[in-house]
């Protein structure tokens, strides 16, 4: 199974609700990423964790939040967002060791938009 | 800082030619380079990397990318371009961030075939 698995597909949600995206792996991979990706634009990565803790946080603004319960597992809850928020949210994996060099399996992503 | 560079937004190749996608790095130390592929409304998918050894590295759907260490260029190609191979292209670096390991995406090139 190479695949990772994102939830939902669209989401609209208004500037003062509070929702969830998950994303789910099972290939074993240790690292899972979320990235911002704009219309024709390059993705931005937004965090990282490595074995199941926060290992970067590209100064994101705290209404986005991650969480992940396990090595399976990655959300991203948001609150109070603003329409500049919406975006492409794509989420990724990899293995992970050290001195080594993988590539990152992404998901198809979950399309925002923020009303 | 690491980076790598896409200078065409778009190239147009007619189906059944060959085709090249280009991309120049900036690095310290050894370059880990990456291309990914992007269709519509979906997430990136991985196409081939370069960690070391042979400058000509083989990909998926028949893409492989030269490593010219004194051009600083790791360009995508193909001997023989199809319409389905009409998407998004990206190519990606490895970066150090404060102990952890990174991807940093180019600009992306759109890649047009014409039937």
């Known amino acids: 199974d190479t695949e990772v698995t994102q939830t939902p597909k669209h989401l609209v949600m208004g500037m003062t609700n509070k929702k969830s995206l998950k994303c789910e792996q099972h290939?074993?991979?240790?690292?899972m990423y979320w990235y911002k990706q704009k219309a024709k634009k390059p993705p931005e990565l937004m965090f990282v964790y490595s074995y199941e803790k926060l290992s970067i946080n590209e100064s994101v603004p705290s209404r986005f939040s991650p969480e992940c319960p396990n090595s399976s597992l990655l959300n991203l809850h948001l609150h109070a967002l603003q329409p500049e928020d919406s975006a492409l949210y794509l989420c990724?994996?990899?293995?992970?060791?050290?001195?080594?060099?993988?590539?990152?399996?992404f998901g198809p992503g979950t399309r925002l938009t923020v009303t | 800082a690491q980076s790598v560079a896409q200078p065409e937004d778009q190239v147009n190749v007619a189906e059944g030619n060959p085709l090249t996608v280009k991309c120049t790095y900036s690095v310290s130390g050894n370059p880990y380079l990456f291309w990914y592929v992007q269709y519509p409304n979906r997430g990136l998918q991985f196409l081939l990397k370069y960690i070391t050894g042979d400058n000509l590295v083989k990909g998926s759907y028949g893409f492989e990318a030269e490593f010219n260490k004194s051009q600083t260029s790791f360009h995508l190609k193909k001997p023989s371009a199809l319409v389905s191979d009409s998407a998004l292209y990206f190519c990606a670096v490895r970066v150090a961030s404060g102990g952890y390991q990174k991807v940093t995406f180019g600009t992306g090139t759109k890649l047009q075939v014409i039937p």
């Open positions: 290939m074993g991979h240790r690292a």
């Open positions: 990724a994996s990899s293995q992970e060791r050290r001195e080594q060099v993988y590539e990152q399996y």
